[in-house]
């Protein structure tokens, strides 16, 4: 597929989602908790802040510029799309919160908490259930994992493996989100992953142009 058309795909997906996502944040009243015993355990982590924004830009890079073959695309581009529906009827059925700690103020600039308190500016402390984040990146490492290129190359499986852990991660020790949040968003990639693969063999999409070896 050529470079241009993938790029229209991600880049509407993207838009979409945005606009779906602080549309709810803005409009909706957000009034339950999902705290549990375990996330009063979990520290606060600003470091994680650089791996919680690789999101965005790994998704991007990955559809564009590394997945040459249409089913694998398209697959990738059906279980985000299907992903976003459902967070966005989760967000608004279940307007979730997540009570933001103050940030204790230091004796020198760490950019690290810089750019924390300007996420949370940005974002509010809403649409916490499932996490949008956990669940994009696992749709993404599902969709690598199962490619022809990451059988034969098995570090590119598990780099993709340990970035969707790192997300994970980065959403709990940043206080973003619950523990709860995290579980229900890599059920809801793998869900949304298996939906896309039956809707991808219905559909024209596995007819390859591509050499066969290609992710």
């Given amino acids: 597929m050529a470079l241009e058309t993938k790029a229209k795909y991600i880049f509407a997906w993207l838009l979409v989602a945005g606009v779906l996502y602080f549309l709810v944040q803005a409009l909706v009243i957000h009034s339950y908790s999902f705290w549990s015993p375990?996330?009063?355990?979990?520290?606060?982590?600003?470091?994680?802040?650089?791996?919680?924004?690789?999101?965005?830009?790994?998704?991007?890079?990955?559809?564009?510029?590394s997945m040459q073959r249409r089913e694998v695309f398209f697959k990738t581009i059906v279980a985000l799309s299907l992903s976003v529906v459902v967070l966005t009827a989760f967000h608004l059925i279940f307007p979730s919160y997540y009570p933001r700690q103050e940030i204790e103020p230091i004796s020198f600039f760490s950019a690290s908490l810089w750019l924390v308190e300007l996420t949370r500016e940005l974002d509010a402390a809403c649409n916490t259930f499932p996490s949008g984040h956990v669940a994009l990146a696992w749709i993404l490492y599902f969709c690598i994992r199962d490619s022809d290129c990451a059988k034969r190359k098995k570090s590119?499986?598990?780099?993709?493996l340990l970035w969707a852990v790192l997300i994970s991660l980065s959403t709990l020790f940043l206080k973003q989100h619950y523990v709860l949040d995290v579980v229900a968003g890599i059920v809801l990639a793998h869900i949304s992953v298996v939906v896309s693969e039956r809707v991808i063999q219905k559909g024209e999409y596995t007819h390859e142009t591509t050499h066969p070896g290609r992710c």
């Fill in 38 to 65: 375990f996330d009063g355990v979990v520290p606060f982590v600003p470091e994680f802040i650089w791996i919680y924004h690789t999101l965005i830009p790994v998704i991007v890079a990955t559809t564009i510029f």
């Fill in 156 to 160: 590119l499986r598990g780099f993709y």
